[in-house]
T-cell receptor
Framework: DGGITQSPKYLFRKEGQNVTLSCEQN?????MYWYRQDPGQGLRLIYY???????QKGDIAEGYSVSREKKESFPLTVTSAQKNPTAFYLC???????????????FGDGTRLSIL | SQQGEEDPQALSIQEGENATMNCSYK?????LQWYRQNSGRGLVHLIL?????REKHSGRLRVTLDTSKKSSSLLITASRAADTASYFC????????FGSGTKLNVKP
């Protein structure tokens, strides 16, 4: 099936620990995005990537890092510098024309991160 | 902020009734999109309307766009219990901005 796979579904972070959220897509989309969603809130952009080996900061990049070594994969690391990491994290992709063009975004089913 | 803002924040209706949600934004846009999010899931794209379009239909969905008022509305006709979800508008201006959503509850 074509789609976006986020793993794990639930993740717990200990104090001072870095954790990595996985996002894999088989839609052959160029652009990939990471969003953070807090309860009852909209989505805020953390990082985005339009092409392999390139990525840009979004509105709330502090305390997060990403890599884009393969077209299919865009992992997000939540570092210990992110003091309030508890949230629902969503990965998305968009197709030809990518990057905020007039293309819909396709979303994975999210990872819920909590602090132990 | 260029973020779209949905109104109302919450809406509760009976099955079969129509549901209308509104979105207001602050700057010029290229297009506006509506998404649905079921509880604990990712967002699903519903419809895209370009800045030069005034109305668009998709099944039971009707979206209007008034660029002079910087607003859009999403109408769901003959609602079903399965339409229960949060609905977000997203505007693009260099980046995508999502509003905080309207939580729709359709009672059977």
């Amino acid at each position: 099936d074509g789609g976006i796979t986020q793993s794990p579904k639930y993740l717990f972070r200990k104090e001072g620990q870095n954790v990595t959220l996985s996002c894999e897509q088989n839609l052959n989309h160029d652009a990939m995005y990471w969003y953070r969603q807090d309860p009852g809130q909209g989505l805020r952009l953390i990082y985005y990537s339009q092409i392999v080996n390139d990525f840009q900061k979004g509105d709330i990049a502090e305390g997060y890092s990403v890599s884009r070594e393969k077209k299919e994969s865009f992992p997000l690391t939540v570092t210990s510098a992110q003091k309030n990491p508890t949230a629902f994290y969503l990965c998305a992709t968009s197709g030809q024309g990518g990057h905020f063009s007039n293309q819909p975004q396709h979303f994975g089913d999210g990872t819920r991160l909590s602090i132990l | 902020s260029q973020q779209g803002e949905e109104d109302p924040q919450a809406l509760s209706i009976q099955e079969g009734e129509n549901a209308t949600m509104n979105c207001s934004y602050k700057t010029s846009i290229n297009n506006l999109q509506w998404y649905r999010q079921n509880s604990g899931r990712g967002l699903v794209h519903l419809i895209l309307i370009r800045s030069n379009e005034r109305e668009k239909h998709s099944g039971r969905l009707r979206v209007t766009l008034d660029t002079s008022k910087k607003s859009s509305s999403l109408l769901i006709t003959a609602s079903r219990a399965a339409d229960t979800a949060s609905y977000f508008c997203a505007t693009d201006f260099n980046k995508f901005y999502f509003g905080s959503g309207t939580k729709l509850n359709v009672k059977p």
